[in-house]
């Protein structure tokens, strides 16, 4: 236990917690800039399994900020070569890889034998499928999401409400570090407090980080926390789905062009352009699933069609090719 002697001297740690941490699994989705700060304190601290799920691969100009990737990393897969660097870090951790983009479909096998997960991904759409997936199975979710030099992170579902209980509308921009930029240092500290309270869920330490959302403005130098343990669920949330979960008696709307998608999800998608939307009957006996590439056209959208009485709705925000 001499590698875990410091933090072991806590009275709120000691054998007992250290052993809690070793029995604990954890999800985290995404390997990028989070995982690069959060995954090492998790193996340092001696989180005995992380399950990691990325299917992107490490490009120069995502060292700035992932540093746990070097130039000869560049051109590989960012969860195989996590798991590598994690593993000459602490050798007694596990480490399983799911190298592949993951969606609605895949969270029930996924979750199905762990204990936290930490949304890391930095992507509104997986947030929202891995809140709704947490809430219904009660398991915590530490998630975090930096733009610029502003971010926050919060301690959701498990025994408090979720991420749409605090935030039941979705983004009007998808804005992302690839189009608008970040700063490194304020994603590495974004990523060591989801690490933080990770290990303080795990612990169950008290006051417990569920049910809290702490604001960090690396600009004005302003830190806000709140609590929202009494926030209420949304009674007609719209949830995104992925693929494998279309059926064929969706009506399956197109959102995007044929120049921006020659190639949508399925073969019987109707291709109506958002500003159309208003002018269009939807079928009344079937599911109507939005589909654009973000997210975004598809929450309006679905905004649209659900002030209109519309509720048998979907989301899907497609994947890459």
């Known amino acids: 236990m001499d590698r875990y002697q410091r933090q072991m001297m806590l009275p709120e740690i000691g054998t007992a917690g250290q052993q809690k941490l070793a029995d ?34 490490v490009a120069l100009h995502n060292l700035h900020r992932q540093t746990l990737f070097t130039m000869q990393d560049i051109g590989h897969g960012k969860a195989a070569r996590a798991q590598q660097a ?49 809430l219904a199975t009660q398991i915590p979710l530490i998630s975090a999401s930096v733009l610029g030099r502003q971010g926050y992170v919060g301690g959701f579902c498990g025994s408090v409400p979720s991420y749409r209980a605090v935030f039941p509308r979705l983004p009007t921009s998808a804005a992302n570090c690839n189009t608008a930029g970040v700063m490194g240092p304020a994603v590495a500290t974004l990523g060591a407090m989801q690490a ?3 290990l303080s869920a795990l612990l169950q330490l008290q006051p417990s980080p569920l049910g809290s959302v702490i604001n960090c403005d690396f600009i004005n130098w302003h830190f806000r926390a709140f609590r929202f343990d009494g926030a209420e669920e949304p009674e007609h949330a719209v949830p995104f789905i992925d693929e494998p979960l279309l059926t064929a008696d969706d009506c399956i709307i197109e959102l995007r ?8 999800v ?30 975004i056209r598809a929450a309006q959208a679905a905004s649209e069609l659900a002030e209109r009485g519309f509720t048998r709705l979907a989301m899907l925000a497609a994947r890459r090719p």
């Not at 609605?104 to 096998?109: F, Q, R, V």
């Not at 062009?257 to 949508?264: D, I, L, N």
């Not at 291709?271 to 006996?285: K, M, T």
């Open 24 to 57: 604990a699994r954890v999800l985290v989705v995404g390997a990028g800039g989070l995982g690069a700060t959060l995954l090492p304190q998790l193996v340092g601290a001696g989180v005995g399994f992380i399950r990691l799920c990325d299917d992107d691969q």
């Open 266 to 295: 399925a073969n019987n998608v109707m291709r109506i352009l958002p500003q159309a939307i208003a002018d269009w009957q939807p079928p009344q006996d079937r599911r109507i699933v939005l589909v654009c590439a973000s997210g």
């Open 257 to 264: 062009g044929e120049e921006e998608a020659p190639v949508s």
């Open 86 to 134: 994690l593993l000459q870090r602490n050798p007694e951790v596990q480490i399983e890889v799911v190298p592949r983009a993951i969606g609605a479909s895949d969270l029930p096998h996924l979750l199905a034998d762990i204990d936290l997960v930490i949304d890391a991904a930095d992507n509104f759409a997986v947030t929202y499928q891995l809140s709704d997936a947490c």
């Open 196 to 198: 933080q309270m990770a």
